[in-house]
């Protein structure tokens, strides 16, 4: 994937991995004029996986500058699906994100 994306200049020719610093959640590494509408839908994709209904709307919502509500967004659902997947109760989940708030 690299290959190809260095290929349709949608990285540097010299990117390396080792370059990734930090989180993956607050910088891409991509070049493409609508990185800023693909990481928004990234942020908005479970809910649109859920809710196919929500779809038209957030086809609409990505193109408004909203900052760190879609970060919001995504760390709220990325909670829920924690809890679902764990079982664990809200308290515990919290509990956990906290310890771990600055990898997201």
Sequence with gaps: MTA?????????KDYSIDEMQGSVFHHSFLKQP???EVAR???LFYIGARNARFIPLI???VHLRLGPIYHLI???TYLIRYMRETGNNLLNVLVISFKHIKNY
């Design 74 to 76: 995504f760390l709220i």
């Design 41 to 43: 839908i990234q942020k």
């Design 4 to 12: 190809i994306a260095r290929e349709l200049g949608y990285l540097a």
């Design 59 to 61: 086809r609409k919502i």
């Design 34 to 36: 609508e990185i800023r």
